[in-house]
């Protein structure tokens, strides 16, 4: 069994804020998978998908961002899921927008929802981190994380949040490279036609030679005969 958690704030006002992200992700699974209807519980909205074979719950905490730590607690002691079977989608300010990577164990840079989950079962659980990019200043990081996305990121955004989607089967059965390839699939799509490497030119091809001249034909006169002809 694995629980994936996507981390948020709940309720309408933010639902659209790049903290966000990892709600985002959570909703296009369950509608993808055949998830049954949320429903709440471990102060969080819970429901569970068949994902890759696997029994899968899916969490999104409810306590807002700073104690996410809590609802995901609960959910793993309630499931006697162990971290290694834990994996988290959330924001991630250190990547650019539309980049996605995943990451076992290590720190949480600040992150305030990776931070209250650290508190409640420890680093060693799985991440897929979301890129939204950074706004440049740690002092605009807040007003940043609680905007909406803009309009001209929609597009990057539903690639990223479709990819996921596609690839959480594989990421369920514990298969990584298969997650990212069909994260890559949306986001980076391999270009059609040609059949050559990228940025690679064609050969250039010689151009035909010019025909040479024919040449004169050999005079076969006599030296007698062509002083004579010139007076003619």
């Not at 694995?2 to 992200?21: D, E, Q, S, T």
């Amino acid at each position: 069994m694995r629980l994936f958690v996507g981390l948020g704030n709940p309720g309408a006002k933010y639902a659209r804020n790049r903290h966000n992200i990892g709600f985002m992700v959570l909703d296009r699974i369950a509608s993808d998978h055949g998830a049954a209807p949320w429903r709440s519980k471990f102060q969080a909205e819970v429901t569970e998908a068949v994902l890759g074979g696997e029994k899968t719950i899916l969490l999104k905490p409810q306590t807002f961002m700073n104690l996410s730590g809590q609802s995901v607690g609960e959910a793993a002691r309630f499931y006697k899921i162990p971290p290694s079977h834990i994996v988290v989608f959330h924001d991630e300010l250190d990547l650019a927008p539309g980049k996605v990577r995943t990451k076992t164990g290590g720190g949480h840079a600040g992150h305030n929802g990776l931070r209250s989950i650290h508190q409640h079962i420890g680093a060693d659980y799985d991440r897929v981190r979301l890129g939204i990019g950074h706004p440049g200043h740690k002092d605009r990081v807040s007003g940043y994380v609680l905007s909406d996305f803009a309009k001209a990121e929609e597009e990057w955004l539903d690639n990223v949040v479709r990819g996921c989607s596609d690839g959480a089967p594989g990421l369920a059965k514990g298969y990584g490279a298969k997650f990212m390839n069909a994260v890559a699939l949306r986001t980076a799509p391999p270009r059609s036609g040609g059949g050559g490497k990228p940025g690679k030119k064609a050969p250039k091809t010689e151009a035909p030679a010019k025909p040479e001249p024919d040449a004169a034909p050999e005079d076969a006169r006599s030296p007698l005969q062509r002083l004579a002809d010139k007076f003619k």
